[in-house]
C-alpha cells in the first residue's frame, strides 16, 4: 500500500523481492545500490549471515520520477528465502506494493522456487491481498550458469495459467536484467496508483 | 567395470531406466518429478540390492526416487511448454523507465534484460531437444537417483565401458498441463486383421477408441471358417495389457482369433500396422512356458509372450526401448506349455576357429564352455556359449531360426539379435554377418539381460572377424 506525503508532496511505494534462498534477492539490491547515482539512493542496510544468507531483510530506497507533482520514492526490501524465516517474510510483505520474484535458474533449485512462490501466495493471501490482482514480476538469475533450466520450463512451473506476469532472464551479480526488472515493476505499480492514462512527469 | 556402471549395464534396456509418461506429466509443474520404486523395480537385476525384492518393499514403503530434472524435461516434446504468449502489462508504456543507471551506455553490466515475453534473451538459452526420435539414440547423461540407494553412474572413462544410466520417458503423447493428471492413452483400436475376412454379415468392424476399455465387444469381431471370434477372456486380458502399455506409450491394439490361436498386437506409431499381429504368431511356438522373446530389427522391435488366453505382441519402432514392454508382457507371461523342441541329438558337433576367443569375450572375465554344432539339414551353423545345457541351447536356437530367422519379414527387416527370457535364463541368438546360415547363441543372467547383450555383441564380433 502506498504511503502518501502531502505535505511532502512524496509517495513511497514498496517493492519486496521474494524467493528461493541464493536465488539472487540480495544481490539484485546490491546492484541497483551500485548502478544509481548518490542523489537517487539511500542507504542499503543489509544483515546477512556469516554464510551470505539474508538474516532479517535487506533495504534500500531509491527516488525516482515525478507524477502529477508527486515525488515517487520506492522502497526495496528483500526477504531472507529460507524455509524457517516465514514469519519474517510474511512481516516484509505487509503493505507491499508490488513484487519481484527472483527464481533460480538451477535444475536443482526448480522444486524451491515453485515452493518458494507457493509461499509467497499464501503470505500475500494471509495480508488479504490476491497475487494475481498485484503487480508483480519473475526474473529468473543465475542465466550465466551452465547447469540451468530452459526458460520455456521455468515459464511452465512459476509463470503460466491465465494471468500472466513479465518475466526477465537476469545475471544479477552482473547486473544483467536487474534494472529491467524494477523499471517493469515499478511502472506497473505506477499505473496501478494513477492508472494508464496518466503521463509521468 | 565398477558397480554403478555393472547395474546400469544390467537394467533391462542397458543403461536407460524408461518411466511412463503418465508418471512424469503430473508432475511437471512441481519442479521435480518423482517415481515410486515399485514401477520401476521390474527393470533392476534381482540382485541390484543385498535386499530380496520383497524384504526392499517392505522395509521402505512407498520409497520413490528423484528424478533428474534435465533428463527428464529435455525429452519431452517442445510443445509442452509452449504457448507462452508475450506479456505486456497495459499501460507502463505512459510511464518513463524510473530508474536509469548511471548513464546510458555505461558498460557496468547492465544488458537489455531477456524477458522472457519482452525482449531477446541475454545468451542463447538452453534450446529443447526433441524427445529422441526411434531412431536415434538419446545422449547419455548420468542418473542421480535419490534416496539412497543411489544408481549413479559416473560417465565412463573408456569407450568399452557402459554409458551411465539415462533416465527416459518414452515418447508418447504428453497431456497438456490442464489433463496432466491423466495418464497418456493409448490409441486402441480393434481393426479387423487384413489376413482374417469377415464374415458375411458383420461389416469389417474398425473401431477406433479413446481408452483401452473401448475395446469392441466379442460380437463386434469377425468371424469365418479359420478366424474365429476372440474369446471375451482375451479381450479382457487385451485391455489390461493396452492399458498397462499406455502407461508408457502410445499403442494400438488389435485382436485376431485364427487357427486356434488369438493375437492381441499392439502396435506403436510408426510402426508397420500388421507387423505385431504377424510377428505374434510366428512367435507362438516360443513362447508358451512364461517365456518372453524379443526381436530387435531394422524396422521394428518386437516383445511376445504367451498370456492367459492371447499371444500377446507388443510392435515398436526400431530403436524404441523395450524395456516397459518386455516388462509388461514379461508378467503377464504365464500361460501354455514350454515348446517342445526338436531333438537336439541330431546336431552335429562343430567347429569355429575363434569360438574360445569369442567366449572369453562374452563372459568378460575368462573362458567360459563353449561349443560349436551345425544342422545339416538346414544348413545352420550354432555357436552356443552356455554355462549350462549348450546342446538344450542350440535346440532352441535352431527353433528362433526355424520361426522367426530363416524367413525374413520385410516389414521387420534384418533381425539383429533375439532374446527367448524364461525365469531366470535368457538366451541370446544372434545372426553372424557372415551371409551364411551362422547364429551366435549366449545363455546369460536374465537378471542382467542388458549386459549380456553387450558382451553377446563383443563375442559376436570376435565370431565375424571384426
Request: aromatic share 6%; charged share 20%.
Amino acid at each position: 500500500m502506498s504511503i502518501i506525503n502531502y505535505a511532502a508532496k512524496l509517495i513511497n511505494f514498496k517493492v519486496v523481492y521474494y524467493g528461493p534462498g541464493m536465488a539472487g534477492k540480495t544481490a539484485n539490491l546490491q546492484y541497483v545500490h551500485r548502478g544509481l547515482p548518490d542523489g537517487n539512493k539511500g542507504n542499503l542496510t543489509s544483515l546477512a549471515t556469516g554464510d551470505d544468507h539474508t538474516l532479517f531483510f535487506d533495504f534500500l530506497p531509491v527516488s525516482a520520477l515525478t507524477v502529477r507533482g508527486f515525488a515517487t520514492r520506492f522502497q526495496l526490501y528483500t526477504v531472507p528465502g529460507q524455509s524457517q524465516y516465514n514469519l519474517t517474510r510474511k512481516l516484509v510483505l505487509r503493505g507491499v506494493d508490488g513484487i519481484v520474484f527472483v527464481a533460480d535458474s538451477l535444475w536443482d533449485r526448480l522444486k524451491a522456487n515453485v515452493e518458494s512462490l507457493r509461499d509467497l501466495e499464501q503470505n500475500v493471501r494471509e495480508h488479504g491481498l490476491d497475487l494475481a490482482s498485484m503487480p508483480w514480476v519473475v526474473q529468473y538469475n543465475k542465466r550465466d550458469l551452465g547447469d540451468i533450466a530452459p526458460l520455456e520450463y521455468l515459464e511452465y512451473t512459476l509463470n503460466r495459467g491465465p494471468k500472466r506476469v513479465p518475466s526477465f532472464e537476469a545475471v544479477a551479480v552482473e547486473g544483467k536484467g536487474v534494472f529491467d526488472t524494477l523499471n517493469t515493476v515499478s511502472r506497473m505499480i505506477l499505473v496501478k496508483e494513477f492508472g494508464a492514462a496518466q503521463e509521468g512527469a | 567395470m565398477q558397480p554403478t556402471e555393472r547395474l546400469g549395464a544390467s537394467l533391462r534396456e542397458p543403461n536407460v531406466l524408461v518411466i511412463p509418461v503418465s508418471v512424469v506429466t503430473p508432475q511437471l509443474a512441481e519442479g521435480s518429478v518423482e517415481v515410486e520404486w515399485a514401477v520401476i523395480e521390474a527393470q533392476f537385476p534381482a540382485l541390484a540390492s543385498a535386499l530380496p525384492a520383497p524384504a526392499l518393499r517392505a522395509r521402505f514403503v512407498g520409497w520413490r526416487l528423484q528424478l533428474p530434472m534435465d533428463e527428464v524435461v529435455r525429452q519431452l516434446p517442445p510443445d509442452v511448454f509452449a504457448g507462452a504468449t508475450s506479456v505486456n502489462p497495459r499501460g507502463i508504456d505512459a510511464f518513463p523507465p524510473p530508474f536509469e543507471p548511471f548513464s546510458a551506455g555505461d558498460s557496468r553490466g547492465e544488458a537489455p534484460a531477456s524477458a522472457a515475453s519482452m525482449a531477446p534473451p541475454l545468451a542463447p538459452p538452453p534450446r529443447f531437444v526433441p524427445p529422441a526420435p526411434a531412431g536415434a539414440a538419446p545422449t547419455s547423461v548420468p542418473i542421480v537417483v535419490a534416496p539412497a540407494p543411489s544408481i549413479a553412474a559416473p560417465p565412463s572413462a573408456s569407450t568399452a565401458a557402459p554409458a551411465p544410466p539415462r533416465i527416459v520417458v518414452p515418447p508418447a503423447a504428453v497431456a497438456t498441463p490442464t489433463s496432466a493428471t491423466a495418464p497418456a492413452p493409448a490409441r486402441v483400436a480393434a481393426p479387423a486383421p487384413s489376413t482374417v475376412a469377415p464374415g458375411p454379415a458383420v461389416a469389417a468392424p474398425r473401431a477406433v477408441a479413446a481408452s483401452p476399455a473401448a475395446l469392441p465387444s466379442a460380437a463386434a469381431m469377425p468371424s469365418s471358417a479359420t478366424a474365429a471370434r476372440p474369446s471375451d477372456a482375451a479381450i479382457a486380458e487385451a485391455r489390461a495389457i493396452a492399458a498397462e502399455l499406455a502407461r508408457g506409450g502410445a499403442f494400438e491394439t488389435a485382436l485376431s482369433a485364427r487357427d486356434g490361436v488369438t493375437i492381441a498386437a499392439f502396435t506403436a506409431p510408426g510402426v508397420s500396422a500388421d507387423v505385431a499381429e504377424r510377428l505374434g504368431r510366428r512367435a507362438a511356438p516360443l513362447v508358451g512356458g512364461g517365456a518372453c522373446v524379443a526381436v530387435r530389427a531394422a524396422h521394428a522391435s518386437i516383445v511376445a509372450a504367451r498370456g492367459r488366453h492371447a499371444v500377446l505382441a507388443a510392435a515398436m519402432r526400431p530403436t524404441a526401448l523395450i524395456a516397459w514392454a518386455d516388462g509388461v508382457l514379461g508378467r503377464a507371461a504365464d500361460g501354455g506349455a514350454a515348446p517342445v523342441l526338436d531333438d537336439a541329438a541330431s546336431l552335429a558337433p562343430s567347429t569355429h576357429t575363434r569360438l574360445v576367443e569369442a567366449a572369453v569375450a562374452f563372459s568378460g572375465v575368462g573362458p567360459a564352455p563353449a561349443e560349436a554344432f551345425v544342422d545339416a539339414t538346414r544348413g545352420l551353423s550354432l555357436y552356443v556359449v552356455s554355462a549350462t545345457d549348450a546342446r538344450g541351447a542350440a535346440a532352441l536356437a535352431r527353433r528362433v531360426w526355424d520361426t522367426l530367422l530363416r524367413e525374413p519379414d520385410a516389414a521387420l527387416g534384418a533381425v539383429s539379435w533375439v532374446t527367448v527370457r524364461r525365469g531366470a535364463e535368457a538366451t541370446i541368438v544372434r545372426p553372424l554377418g557372415s551371409g551364411r546360415a551362422e547364429v551366435l547363441v549366449a545363455v546369460a543372467d536374465g537378471e542382467r539381460l542388458g549386459l549380456a547383450h553387450r558382451q553377446a555383441e563383443r563375442a559376436a564380433a570376435v565370431l565375424e572377424g571384426r
